[in-house]
């Protein structure tokens, strides 16, 4: 009943965004657009139907950061799963929206199931993004489902010969969305089968940090904690200028719940979500 | 439909333009929402709980999604009163729709200090009391839980802002909600708002670890729902004071169920995480859903439970 309730409530509001007038999109760059949005596809990467690729129609915000991330929450969460979930933006136009996620728990299995003309409440671009900087050259460094922002930041990098990725996975490469990637920049990838795989791959990132700072570079990394931590402790050897892209739970996005905080370095609590998703790595405890 | 409501306090009344407000913690300063709707088309915005110092929280995880529901235990961070007045209130459209400060503090003395400093903020419609706080003076017993704790803290924010409507927020977690209910009515406090959040507690079975780094905390969201209508209800009959009723509310049609159990207003909490325009929608969609169901007036409506 109350599931009921609530889903004709959100078609009434898709009318509504539906009329808003053409005006309202004009607002300051960047401010955050709440939108019903329909899927168009969920494509499945790899074989195991655990890593998905979501395409939703048309939102209604073209300014965004490659970084920045949006609070999905499908319709058919019901009141069940009463919280969306973050996902970092992996490419957006005017056209579509792209993320990209793994089954883990009980939302993404939820997600998997999605079906084009689904509904899903969309709220975003949310939090501050990764610099692009045209001159500089720039390292990308991804660890796991960390090359999902990578994606957009390529295509909108003004000039992708400047951007090298380093990209650490556990799963096989056709799992992840580099297809988009491989033609546009230079690439490397390292597929972790055993412990020391992964040893070898943070020796290559701090090579190609080294090699990055030399240059007057900057480095991007976004990955799981550990991988974060590594590059955090490399930048401060090399005094290179790097920025991280955490990862924490939320249940708002816009800096109310306080579920997301993280401590930067004068041990003052920072949202993820607000302050971040990426941080100067000068900046932040990890 | 005139859906304006005034909470007749016993020293303040609350005029509020429509019975929607928004529940504390779950609402930042108010500022965070204003991409979603007008703050203004709110009947009021209970703003995150301040202390009288700057409060860091607790450690991560701090919450944790469950069925229908979620738990927190954000461990009240906030950046104090002097930044809340300096820098948050003057941001609220506080001329527009009631701005209430919730406060919290950890002995009597504080709790009436924080409201003696609020007592002079003219963009302050009222304030909450967070009584679900543990009393350091008597051992860590919380407030909430004593009827003496809770009257003492009622008289003391009472005397502290003799200008201000006093709004006491009540635990689920007591024996008896109507004794503490009776206790703060007693004290002086001009409405009751409830339910602040039911203990609770998630596993992570895989981990062999609790899902909170506190272990232990708050369950809101539509689980708790049935829980809050009884507390409303049991409330309501008790005392004389208005009651806002809050607990999974996340449409019209649940709002509209508090009234019907007793209270005045109510409070969107976890609905305002559901989707960020929950409240903005809910106060915009009242009178059509008093239309379907023939409430011809909220007053009319409120605590007209049929029992036979």
């Not at chain 2, 339910?195 to 506190?214: S, Y």
């Amino acid at each position: 009943m109350q599931a009921k309730t609530a889903c004709a409530r959100d078609k009434r509001l898709t009318l509504r965004l539906t009329l808003r007038p053409a005006g309202f999109i004009l607002r300051a760059m960047h401010q955050p657009f709440l939108d019903s949005l329909r899927v168009l596809e969920l494509t499945p990467y790899g074989g195991q139907r655990s890593f998905f690729a979501l395409r939703l129609s048309r939102p209604s915000w073209t300014a965004w950061t490659p970084g920045q991330f949006l609070m999905l929450r499908p319709a058919s969460f019901g009141l069940e799963l009463p919280l969306a979930r973050p996902f970092g933006i992996c490419d957006a136009s005017a056209r579509q929206v792209m993320c990209f996620f793994q089954v883990l728990g009980r939302g993404t299995q939820r997600m998997a199931a999605l079906r084009p003309g689904d509904e899903v409440s969309v709220w975003g671009p949310l939090g501050r993004g990764f610099a692009v900087e045209q001159n500089a050259p720039t390292l990308l460094l991804a660890g796991g489902m960390g090359i999902a922002p990578f994606v957009g930041y390529a295509n909108a990098h003004p000039e992708p010969e400047k951007l090298r990725l380093l990209f650490g996975h556990r799963e096989a490469l056709d799992c992840y969305p580099v297809d988009a990637l491989t033609g546009r920049i230079r690439f490397e990838s390292a597929h972790e089968r055993a412990p020391e795989d992964r040893d070898k791959f943070i020796h290559s990132a701090r090579e190609r940090m080294r090699d990055c700072a030399a240059r007057n570079g900057l480095a991007l990394a976004c990955g799981p904690l550990p991988f974060l931590r590594a590059v955090q402790s490399f930048a401060h050897e090399l005094r290179m200028r790097t920025q991280l892209s955490l990862e924490n739970r939320m249940a708002c996005g816009t800096g109310a719940c306080l579920g997301c905080v993280a401590q930067s370095v004068d041990k003052t609590p920072v949202c993820t979500c607000r302050e971040g998703p990426v941080f100067q790595a000068d900046n932040i405890l990890l | 439909m005139d859906i304006s409501v005034t909470l007749r306090g016993q020293t303040h009344d609350l005029a509020l333009k429509n019975p929607v407000l928004t529940a504390s913690g779950t609402f930042g300063n108010g500022i965070e929402f204003a991409s979603y709707g007008n703050l203004s088309r709110l009947g009021g915005i209970v703003v995150k709980g301040l202390s009288l110092k700057p409060k860091a929280g607790n450690p991560c995880p701090r919450i944790v999604e469950t069925t229908a529901g979620m738990l927190n235990a954000i461990g009240l961070q906030n950046d104090g009163v002097e930044i809340f007045c300096r820098e948050k209130l003057p941001a609220l459209p506080w001329r527009d729709v009631a701005v209430i400060a919730n406060i919290y503090a950890a002995s009597t003395a504080e709790f009436a200090e924080l409201a003696a400093r609020l007592d002079a903020e003219q963009g302050v419609a009222a304030l909450e009391v967070n009584i679900s706080c543990p009393n350091i003076a008597r051992s860590g017993v919380l407030f909430g839980q004593d009827p003496a704790q809770a009257a003492a803290v009622t008289r003391a924010v009472r005397t502290a802002a003799p200008t201000k409507h006093i709004m006491v927020k009540l635990s689920p977690n007591v024996t008896d909600i109507a004794l503490i209910a009776h206790a703060v009515e007693d004290a002086g406090a001009d409405s009751i708002s409830c339910i602040n959040t039911v203990l609770g507690m998630a596993v992570d079975l895989g981990a062999r670890k609790p899902a909170l780094a506190n272990v232990l905390g708050g369950l809101s969201g539509p689980a708790v729902k049935p829980v809050a209508l009884r507390c409303v209800w049991q409330v309501a009959r008790a005392v004389g004071i208005p009651v806002v009723g809050m607990g999974g509310i996340v449409c019209a049609q649940d709002a509209l169920e508090f009234i019907l159990a007793g209270a005045y207003a109510v409070q969107v909490g976890t609905g305002n995480f559901i989707r960020p325009d929950c409240a903005f929608a809910l106060a915009d969609e009242l009178p059509d859903a008093c239309n379907r169901f023939g409430i011809t007036d909220l007053e009319e409506l409120r605590a007209s439970l049929r029992l036979d």
